[in-house]
């Protein structure tokens, strides 16, 4: 007993150390950003300040001003505050201040402080469900749900339902979470169904969202890159019993589910198929117990839609970049299920994923842009350079004497790996944006790219959140023409919290 009491003892003074160093380590941030905001007033000669309402401005550094959709606003912070949240809007953004769009997908797909979640004043959501082909309403709102919805639905049914027409679940649903309601019915797994898998061990933010799985049967889960999102759909692979299927964006993905699932899963991984989205006529005719949608912000397109149609019992979806240039946005979490998300600045802090530095090299053509490539790979680091131009990207593999590895390469993570080890560089297209998992990499080199797309831009910097390295690199090459043209893309970095040193 005495020893128990010992160990509780030296257990609460270390979590109170821990306390006081975080204090600290806040005390030295506020003093931090004082030092910073007075400097920047001497330099802009301005006068004395208040420095009560200084304080007061620390406490609440933002500004909140409604648009004109509902339950959306603009959250307006100083550029020099490391403060995130939401999507940034690059036209309405400034040199000194950042706009961020924030709506009730943010409250879903990662975490709001909670004095700023007041001044939000989401709206209570009103209690609808969608089971079974209807629409399901307290008998007190059936009709408001059938003047709001009409679009969607055929006839009611009783007090407490109304049929959906044919074709239509999905779009009402996704109408459903626009308006903040999140309509899907827990239908929580059966113990049947489960079975003992013990070569994976969770780490706790993973216990909970699969706790939340195991009572809904069905989940989006939004981490950052890096965070073990696949090696959560590794787990669920080896626990549930049945034909399960994997979906992923591209054969790369592919490659990599298949060895991981060889490695995990043994002879267990016989039950599990992965297909691409572009396959769903080898699966449209086949039940799974279930399926996972890798990447799934891809699912909403016209072209992946029907992917969502597979018979299925449960359904888990990943992503890390949970939005779409086309905004179906809602579509993500209507072809999921339940939202999982965490701060990507609560995980960076546990030190579970990396946290890159960024440059932006802005030159003056394209082969100011090649002999700057060459400058930077004269340092011997593990770099991915992506080149979305495939005449490019075989020029240079001819020039440097490594693979490029596009759309017609075989075996592509095992051409990456060797290449990296071999060579300590690998040439790689757009094939290699998403999801792929190398933590040997140390630097990413960006010389073409995919015009303004924020979300490759995002993808790609997240290859480097799996690293091992402590501060792996991210570096883009720019002409002031692209900058210009493209600049958007970098939203995706600024959005997230990370500052980019811009060199010319």
Not at 40 to 52: A, M, T, Y
Not at 148 to 173: M, N, V
Request: aromatic letters at 12%; proline letters at 5%; charged letters at 30%.
């Amino acid at each position: 007993m005495e020893t128990s009491i010992s160990e509780i003892r030296r257990t609460v003074y270390e979590a109170l150390n821990r306390i006081d160093r975080l204090i600290e380590q806040l005390k030295e941030e506020r003093r931090r950003i004082e030092e910073e905001f007075i400097k920047r007033l001497d330099k802009l000669r301005f006068g004395s300040f208040d420095l009560e309402q200084f304080e007061e401005f620390l406490e609440e550094p933002y500004i909140v001003i409604p648009t004109r959709r509902r339950d959306q606003w603009y959250v307006i912070a100083p550029k020099w505050i490391n403060f995130q949240l939401g999507w940034l809007d690059d036209a309405l953004s400034t040199k000194s201040y950042n706009v961020f769009i924030v709506n009730r997908y943010v409250a879903w797909f990662s975490e709001i402080p909670k004095a700023l979640r007041e001044k939000l004043a989401f709206r209570e959501p009103l209690p609808f469900k969608v089971q079974d082909g209807y629409l399901i309403t307290p008998e007190n709102l059936q009709e408001e749900a059938w003047r709001t919805y009409r679009k969607y639905l055929s006839r009611r049914r009783g007090k407490d339902r109304i049929l959906i027409k044919k074709g239509y679940e999905f779009q009402l649903i996704s109408r459903l979470i626009e308006d903040g309601i999140l309509p899907f019915i827990p239908r929580p797994v059966d113990p049947k169904d489960l079975r003992p898998f013990d070569k994976i061990k969770l780490r706790p933010y993973q216990e909970e969202a699969w706790e939340t799985f195991l009572k809904t049967g069905a989940i989006g889960v939004f981490w950052p890159f890096g965070s073990g999102k696949s090696f959560l759909g590794l787990y669920a692979l080896g626990r549930l019993r049945g034909r399960k299927l994997v979906v992923v964006p591209t054969r790369t993905l592919v490659e990599q589910w298949v060895n991981r699932i060889k490695e995990y899963l043994g002879m267990g991984g016989v039950d599990v198929d992965v297909i691409t989205y572009h396959s769903y006529h080898k699966v449209r005719d086949r039940a799974y117990r279930l399926v996972i949608f890798d990447e799934c912000h891809h699912l909403p397109a016209d072209t992946f839609i029907r992917l969502a149609t597979i018979n299925t019992k449960y359904r888990m979806g990943f992503s890390g970049s949970p939005y779409r240039e086309d905004g179906r946005e809602s579509y993500i979490i209507a072809l999921t299920g339940f939202p999982v998300g965490m701060s990507w600045e609560h995980l960076i802090n546990m030190k579970i994923v990396r946290k890159p530095t960024f440059y932006v090299y802005v030159l003056r053509d394209e082969r100011a842009k090649m002999r700057k490539l060459e400058e930077l790979l004269k340092i011997p680091e593990k770099t991915i350079v992506f080149c979305d131009s495939i005449k490019v990207g075989k020029a240079l593999s001819k020039r440097f004497g490594v693979p490029f590895v596009y759309g017609e390469t075989a075996k592509r993570i095992e051409v990456i790996r060797e290449a990296l080890e071999e060579r300590k560089m690998c040439i790689v297209s757009r094939v290699g944006d998403e999801g792929l998992s190398l933590p040997q990499i140390e630097r990413v080199i960006e010389v073409s790219f995919l015009k303004g797309s924020r979300r490759q831009e995002a993808q790609r910097f997240g290859r480097l959140m799996h690293a091992l390295k402590e501060e792996p690199k991210h570096i883009i090459l720019m002409t002031e023409g692209e900058l210009r043209a493209y600049g958007k893309r970098l939203d995706a970095i600024i959005e997230k919290g990370f500052r980019i040193q811009i060199i010319r």
